[in-house]
């Protein structure tokens, strides 16, 4: 009896022990200050392991990406505030309404559709392997996106101030 209880002490601390050094291993503090700080470059580099020369591609085609979405969101908010003028206007005109949010979907469709060709471009520049996890982690966002400006980390809006 008193072997058993040694021998399972003895277990659990090594089960101790693996699981903190496992976990120690597993943590990466400079990733985890930069996903803190939101500084969605510097977590795509350590996330995603890319070569000095892979990000480097990635900021320009980022800073490439920006104006254009950030022209997307704004035609996605005039329509947006154009359609919420017709839904207060007195009497309400169904048809233009219907036409206004119709638009809304085109663009916010358009805009989708060029992030998501972004977020295609940005993985074609990592490894096989990374560019693949990076799109398992990007694309279900793409639904959620709030078409307030250009995404950050977690591709919500960088300006409030465009907000809907």
Not at 2 to 22: F, R, T, W, Y
Not at 42 to 62: G, N
Not at 92 to 114: F, G
Not at 149 to 160: F, S, Y
Request: glycine share 6%.
């Amino acid at each position: 009896m008193k072997n058993a209880l040694i021998a399972a002490g003895l277990l659990v601390g090594i089960a101790l022990v693996a699981g903190i050094l496992g976990y120690r291993a597993g943590c990466d503090p400079a990733l985890h200050e930069a996903a803190r700080q939101g500084d969605a470059m510097a977590w795509l580099k350590r996330e995603f392991h890319l070569t000095d020369r892979q990000y480097a591609a990635i900021e320009e085609l980022h800073r490439t990406y920006t104006g254009s979405c950030n022209e997307h969101c704004r035609a996605i908010q005039e329509a947006i505030k154009a359609r919420a003028a017709l839904q207060t206007a007195q009497p309400v005109d169904a048809a233009a309404v219907a036409a206004a949010e119709q638009r809304v979907r085109e663009l916010s469709i358009r805009c989708e559709t060029a992030l998501l060709r972004h977020l295609e471009q940005v993985a074609a520049l990592m490894s096989p392997a990374d560019g693949r996890c990076y799109l398992e982690t990007t694309r279900p966002l793409v639904a959620g996106f709030n078409h307030a400006g250009a995404p950050d980390l977690d591709l919500t809006a960088t300006d409030p101030s465009h907000g809907h």
